[in-house]
């Protein structure tokens, strides 16, 4: 059985290096060489014995992605990775300013169905491992030069419901010994998935949340995402409140704005009132040039 290496986290890493007969520091090492300097195999962690390389060559895979196409437009590089099992996902670098936003994947398609969005049409496939979370963000650090400043779960799929990875791989990403990514840098979207939104609001997970919302009442995001049906607006501006309360930041929500659809001054003035009490950043985002 081979053993992907970024799904570790550092006290998983420890237990799987002492259980196979090495000296508990040897995690710190691997750690290290993996997160710090990107090493890609054994022959870069020159530091570890022989006999730990030839074992890690053996047992452990190092990358779990591969790089199928990219596309550059301005300051905009959209990559296409495959993943071991022939599957493929993106991930995209933006640079703004002073500011290099990475947008990462989480699964490999989606089921949550939204209308607009092209990743639902295909499906539900698997989700991503930690490891295949941590190769984009990765990969793309290797590859441009530019300093990563955020990082937000916005790509292909739901992260809520693959949530145990994301936030392994959260966590990894903001851990001084790897990549030391400030948690007010990191954003994870949801489509709604009130029971996760709960669940990381009870865990006090320090990272942003942010909520698609894209409707301004219930009909038009029955439409737009039907999973407004089971956890309607209502119970999703109740649980932003929650969010204000306990963690002490702003919630994000995101309005995609569809010609005809939700843009309308009377949709402006009801999600004026919807938010009226809650502590938001509303992102607006043009769907239609």
Not at 37 to 44: E, I
Not at 70 to 82: C, G, H, Y
Request: proline share 2%.
């Amino acid at each position: 059985m081979n053993f992907i290496l970024k799904d570790f986290s550092f006290n998983e890493l420890e237990h799987f290096i002492i259980d196979n007969g090495f000296p508990k520091y040897r995690a710190q090492q691997i750690y290290s060489w993996l997160y710090k300097h990107g090493a890609t195999n054994s022959k870069m962690m020159y530091n570890l014995s022989d006999d730990l390389k030839l074992f890690l060559d053996q047992n452990c895979t190092f990358e779990t992605l591969s790089l199928s196409n990219q596309s550059i437009s301005d300051d905009t590089v959209k990559f296409l990775f495959k993943t071991d099992s022939n599957q493929y996902i993106e991930s995209v670098s933006m640079q703004e300013d002073n500011r290099h936003t990475i947008c990462l994947s989480s699964q490999v398609g989606c089921n949550v169905d939204c209308d607009f969005c092209a990743t639902g049409k295909m499906g539900f496939k698997q989700n991503l491992s930690t490891g295949e979370i941590i190769d984009q963000l990765l990969f793309i650090k290797n590859h441009i030069t530019t300093p990563i400043t955020n990082i937000v779960f916005m790509g292909m799929g739901e992260p809520f419901l693959n949530y145990k990875n994301v936030i392994k791989a959260s966590n990894i990403m903001n851990d001084k010994n790897a990549f030391n990514i400030g948690a007010r840098r990191i954003t994870i979207s949801t489509a709604g998935i009130l029971p996760k939104i709960n669940q990381f609001i009870n865990e006090k997970i320090k990272y942003n949340l942010a909520i698609s919302l894209n409707a301004s009442n219930d009909s038009t995001r029955d439409k737009l995402m039907p999973i407004n049906k089971k956890w309607p607006i209502k119970d999703l501006i109740n649980a932003a409140r929650d969010y204000n309360q306990s963690h002490r930041m702003k919630i994000t929500f995101e309005y995609v704005l569809i010609d005809s659809i939700n843009d309308s001054i009377e949709d402006a003035n009801r999600l004026g009132v919807l938010l009226k009490n809650t502590d938001c950043k509303l992102n607006i985002i043009p769907f239609n040039e």
